[in-house]
């Protein structure tokens, strides 16, 4: 068992709180990925778990066992870094070796480890090369193996990816995922793309400002946003939100006077201000959806298999759809955007979710 | 591309500016090759088969305290660097990586170790060491010398620990590690070059240095070789063969340190370490 527990975790550097209350389980063997801006707090809380930043109160434990003030190494954990850390005055075996050879572990069994890695991530032909004379990716690798080697509970990676260029780093996050199959191990990875996210975790935390601000699988975070932040974290392009009224009847007036209904919960009183979320996908042009916008198509962003038409309304707001295949419309035209109401999302003026 | 004039006026004025600095070495090392008429005869002239004289490196060889001179200059020299490559580097290390209450203040305080000149305190010096039983020996000048240079090192090596990247240091602690084995086998060897300056900094001027052993030792065979060549320098008569003879071969044991630490100083150690 290698659960992470989180609970009531707090830290601040000085008068400036940088986690507040943070609440997180990893289960055995599962993937969670912490993302959020920068600046949120994703990534001292990794180092928080690693034993790597004292934190001011709260809770952890690794595998049932309370770690808060044991130092990193008698964690169990492993980190990789986002600058890989690569030792450089060692070759790339010394590099995996350096930490066992520490821990007093027999030479066979070194040995056998660093092979084993070595195997698996591809680095047998370089181990007795310099960190210095390996591609992005490569040194990438060694990071990961060093990890491996010391058979962690806890493996956690900090923005691994984000030194290596656009195709290698899908490579590397294909490779990634077939490494945590492979070992069934217990991950937290913290990235600020959200395209990583959704690919990777078996759960996402979004962090902001130092808070949690959901947790959950990634196609829940996705279709049931909680709150406004995640609804606008989640998904590229982001969603589509406009401000609107609730009048009599559970009925929604947008700002041009058009009128919807959808059903919302007792909570909402007439007169309150709300904001509806839709994401581009669900709105098409000139399709059949029963509510429709009208604007005039700024940019077309042609993608090949679609595209996303950025639609300025007469409010002034900006929205984006996604049109399939190539629409014969081009910038400057006015275009009629529909959608319907099933795929909408209603936040409260506090930005919670209603619906 | 260079415009090669300007390639041959810069040559020109390096190797003029190398000749200049090298006659006075070449003078000392041909005069220490001829006998003593020749010397004064013609003293720009090479050796010829007719003035070539080894007398100068017979007496000085011949002279069994020189021997031993050498080799209390060697003994200083190389504690005087192992000490001070050793302290600085973990006062360095301690004062870049740690946060402690005195932090800043003991950096002011080593940083006025530079300004000030330690033969400011001779006097003191001197009173201190009787008082320690440690005068006319090498410890004496080793302490010295140590405390002489510890502060310029302990500023240059901070600077390098300071380019080390964190996460280096961090990876070594998830592996592990406790401080001092990150010191010793993460800091130590990244700054090899830093260490390589120091000690060529450090090494020439204790080498020369004629003031401390003139205080501390300057009887009882613990002379070191600059101080011992001064026996050769008379009021009336100077035997300028063996002074010659003992000056060209004092260049040597400093010219192979040197070359030791200069292959360190070329070589760019932290790359590859982090993108």
């Known amino acids: 068992m290698s659960e992470v527990k989180i609970e009531k975790l707090c830290k601040s550097y000085g008068p400036v709180?940088?986690?507040?209350?943070?609440?997180?389980?990893?289960?055995?063997?599962?993937?969670?990925?912490?993302?959020?801006?920068?600046?949120?707090?994703?990534?001292?809380?990794?180092?928080?778990?690693?034993g790597l930043e004292p934190v001011n109160s709260g809770n952890m434990t690794i595998g049932g066992r309370q770690v808060n003030d044991l130092p990193p190494a008698q964690r169990e954990i492993a980190m990789v870094f986002q600058?890989?850390?690569?030792?450089?005055?060692?070759?790339?075996?010394?590099?995996?070796?350096?930490?066992?050879?520490?821990?007093?572990t027999p030479k066979a069994e070194i040995d056998a480890r660093?092979?084993?890695a070595a195997r698996i991530l591809q680095l047998e032909p370089l181990l007795k090369r310099r960190p210095r004379e390996l591609s992005g990716g490569q040194r990438q690798r060694v990071a990961i193996g060093r990890a491996i080697v010391r058979k962690p509970q806890v493996f956690l990676f900090d923005e691994p990816l984000s030194n290596l260029d656009a195709a290698l780093?899908?490579?590397?996050?294909?490779?990634?995922?077939?490494?945590?199959?492979?070992?069934?191990?217990?991950?937290?990875?913290?990235?600020?793309?959200?395209v990583e996210a959704m690919t990777l975790a078996d759960k996402i935390v979004v962090m902001n400002k130092g808070r949690v601000e959901q947790a959950g699988k990634p196609l829940d975070l996705y279709y049931k946003p909680s709150n406004l932040f995640v609804a606008g974290f989640i998904g590229s392009p982001a969603m589509n939100f406009l401000p609107a009224q609730v009048k009599k009847g559970g009925i929604l007036a947008l700002q041009d006077g058009q009128e919807l209904k959808a059903a919302l919960?007792?909570?909402?009183?007439?007169?309150?201000?709300?904001?509806?979320?839709?994401?581009?996908?669900?709105?098409?042009?000139?399709?059949?959806?029963?509510?429709?916008?009208?604007?005039?198509?700024?940019?077309?962003?042609?993608?090949?298999?679609?595209?996303?038409?950025?639609?300025?309304?007469?409010?002034?707001?900006?929205?984006v759809a996604e049109v399939r295949g190539d629409p014969r419309t081009s910038s400057g035209q006015s275009a009629r955007l529909t959608f319907d109401a099933d795929n909408l999302h209603i936040f409260n003026a506090e930005g919670q979710r209603l619906n | 591309m260079r415009k090669p004039a300007s390639a041959i006026a810069v040559h020109g004025i390096l190797i003029l500016y190398t000749a200049l600095a090298l006659f006075p070495i070449l003078l000392v090392i041909m005069n220490s090759f001829k006998a003593r008429k020749a010397i004064f005869g013609a003293p720009l002239a090479f050796p010829t088969p007719s003035t070539f004289s080894l007398i100068g490196y017979d007496k000085v060889f011949g002279d069994s305290s020189i021997v031993s001179y050498y080799i209390n200059s060697i003994t200083v020299t190389g504690g005087t660097i192992f000490f001070t490559?050793?302290?600085?580097?973990?006062?360095?290390?301690?004062?870049?990586?740690?946060?402690?209450?005195?932090?800043?203040?003991?950096?002011?305080f080593l940083?006025?170790?530079?300004?000030?000149?330690?033969?400011?305190?001779?006097?003191a010096i001197i009173q201190l060491i009787v008082e320690m039983n440690l005068i006319n020996t090498l410890t004496a000048l080793i302490l010295v010398y140590t405390a002489q240079n510890l502060p310029l090192s302990i500023f240059i090596l901070s600077e390098f620990i300071a380019q080390i990247p964190k996460d280096l240091r961090e990876a070594?602690?998830?592996?592990?590690?406790?401080?001092?084995?990150?010191?010793?086998?993460?800091?130590?060897?990244?700054?090899k070059p830093a260490m390589a300056t120091v000690a060529v900094f450090t090494m020439i001027p204790v080498w020369n240095d004629l003031w401390f052993p003139l205080l501390l030792a300057p009887t009882g065979g613990k002379q070191t070789i600059t101080l011992g060549i001064q026996q050769f320098l008379g009021q009336y008569i100077t035997d300028w063969n063996a002074v010659l003879s003992a000056l060209s071969t004092a260049i040597i044991p400093v010219l192979i340190l040197y070359v030791i630490f200069s292959r360190q100083l070329i070589r760019g150690l932290t790359s590859g370490a982090v993108k």
């Open chain 1, 17 to 50: 709180e940088v986690l507040k209350d943070i609440d997180l389980t990893v289960e055995d063997g599962s993937f969670v990925v912490l993302v959020g801006p920068s600046g949120c707090g994703k990534s001292t809380l990794l180092r928080s778990i690693a």
């Open chain 1, 83 to 104: 600058s890989y850390a690569l030792y450089p005055h060692m070759d790339v075996y010394n590099n995996m070796a350096f930490g066992l050879k520490f821990a007093k």
């Open chain 1, 114 to 116: 660093v092979n084993e």
């Open chain 1, 169 to 194: 780093r899908i490579n590397t996050r294909v490779e990634i995922a077939k490494l945590h199959k492979m070992l069934t191990a217990t991950i937290v990875y913290v990235t600020h793309d959200q």
């Open chain 1, 265 to 319: 919960p007792s909570s909402c009183k007439t007169g309150d201000t709300v904001t509806l979320g839709f994401r581009p996908e669900h709105m098409s042009l000139g399709g059949t959806g029963k509510f429709a916008l009208t604007g005039i198509i700024e940019i077309i962003e042609r993608l090949g298999e679609s595209g996303f038409a950025h639609v300025r309304l007469p409010s002034g707001q900006t929205v």
């Open chain 2, 85 to 108: 490559l050793l302290f600085g580097a973990m006062a360095a290390w301690a004062l870049t990586e740690y946060k402690f209450r005195w932090n800043t203040t003991l950096a002011l």
């Open chain 2, 111 to 123: 940083a006025v170790g530079i300004m000030v000149p330690i033969r400011l305190g001779s006097v």
């Open chain 2, 172 to 191: 070594g602690r998830c592996d592990g590690l406790s401080e001092y084995n990150i010191f010793f086998y993460i800091v130590l060897p990244l700054i």
